[in-house]
C-alpha cells in the first residue's frame, strides 16, 4: 500500500529525491515517515511530515534533507542534498493515522510500510 522509489547509486555530494506513493484511503489522513536502515543497524528515523504539513528530521539530516507531502498525488517525497557515506542504507516510508507526536521516531508506530529503496553514496 506504499510504494518507495527513487534510490540509487550517488556519489558524495549528489542529490537524490526519494518519492512514497500511497493507497491507503485518504491519504490527507496520515501521517508519513522516511525511515532508514543501514546493513547491521536498527531503523533509524529520517524525517516526518504531519496531516498539516508540518515537518521535522533527525539531527543528522537535518538541512540536508527535505520531506514535503502532495495530497493530490497521495506522494511524499524526501530531498536528498549533500549526500555522504554515511547516508548509505535502504530507506523505507511510513504511514500511520493515529501515531502521537512523541512516537514519530518509532518505527512500532507506523502500521503501514513501503518495500525500501536502496540509496548507496561512493566516497
Known amino acids: 500500500q506504499l510504494q518507495a522509489s527513487g534510490g540509487g547509486l550517488v556519489q558524495a555530494g549528489a542529490s537524490l529525491t526519494l518519492s512514497c506513493v500511497a493507497s491507503?484511503?485518504?491519504?490527507?489522513?496520515?501521517?508519513v515517515a522516511w525511515f532508514r536502515q543501514a546493513p547491521g543497524k536498527d531503523r533509524e528515523f529520517v524525517a516526518v511530515?504531519?496531516?498539516?504539513?508540518?515537518?521535522s528530521a533527525a539531527d543528522s539530516v537535518k538541512g540536508r534533507f527535505t520531506i514535503s507531502r502532495d495530497n493530490t498525488k497521495n506522494t511524499v517525497y524526501l530531498r536528498m542534498n549533500g549526500l555522504e557515506p554515511g547516508d548509505t542504507a535502504v530507506y523505507f516510508c511510513?504511514?500511520?493515522?493515529?501515531?502521537?507526536?512523541?512516537?514519530?521516531?518509532?518505527?512500532?508506530?507506523?502500521?503501514?510500510w513501503g518495500q525500501g529503496t536502496l540509496v548507496t553514496v561512493s566516497s
Open positions: 511510513a504511514a500511520s493515522q493515529t501515531v502521537i507526536l512523541s512516537e514519530y521516531g518509532n518505527p512500532s508506530a507506523y502500521g503501514y
Open positions: 511530515v504531519h496531516r498539516s504539513f508540518r515537518s
Open positions: 491507503v484511503g485518504t491519504f490527507n489522513r496520515y501521517v
